[in-house]
């Protein structure tokens, strides 16, 4: 399904219903690894910015790992969630049993379990948007990239080169406090938006009461990623003990 973009950028009412759809799902996904963790989670209410793509970095989180996912029901495209790699190898770790210890590559037995961490962690969110939108809501199996190679591709087709990015403090208990970005491109951020609109005021306020009545293991906090537009919060990867 394509949806007819004609203006180039989110309104300021749009960037906050993107903020709250993914606030949703993010939360849902935060959920997921706590569970797996058994360690609290704790995440930020995003902040949403709109961007020409080719001035879109993301040098907090170098050396990054991403991970494609691909929406095949109720909503129709994809997005990008960047990590570091520190502290994915740090989850995994983990999950692995083993000593954590700081690199900036990911093995192969690393990267199975990555994809299977971010399965489940988007099969959380995709529940998450179907009760929201009250539809089914289907992903495929998340697909881990390197960002630097992936990245052009993914956005060749967004509409005036603007993309639309969506950034999450991301603080794991004793682990980590570090932070990921989900990113779209402009058509499916009006598609999602487009979804949300045609739910009435009172079915947003419901279903979003819905959500946060059900969500254990982690929590959101209203505080900004950013101190401001131009300067990232220090991000500190401690190794678990």
Known sequence: ?????????????EEDTIGEVLNISMGAAATAIS????R???ITTP?????KKEKFEYKSLEPAIGAEINYTKGLHGSNLMIMSVADVKAIVSILLGETYVESSELDEIHTSALGEIMNQMMGSASTALATFFNKGVEISAP?????????????SKSEDNIIITVSFKFVVEDLFDSQFITVLPLEF???IVNNAMN????QVVEQSNEYKDNVTGHKQINSPIFADETTPTPKTTPKPQ
């Open 40 to 42: 609290q989670v704790t």
């Open 47 to 51: 902040v949403v910015s709109q961007i």
């Open 35 to 38: 569970i797996i963790l058994n």
């Open 189 to 191: 951020a009006k598609e």
């Open 1 to 13: 399904m394509s949806i007819n973009v004609e203006n180039k950028h989110l309104t300021n009412v």
């Open 199 to 202: 739910l009435s005021e009172s």
């Open 143 to 155: 697909k881990i990239v390197n960002p630097h190679e992936f990245y052009d591709d993914f956005f």
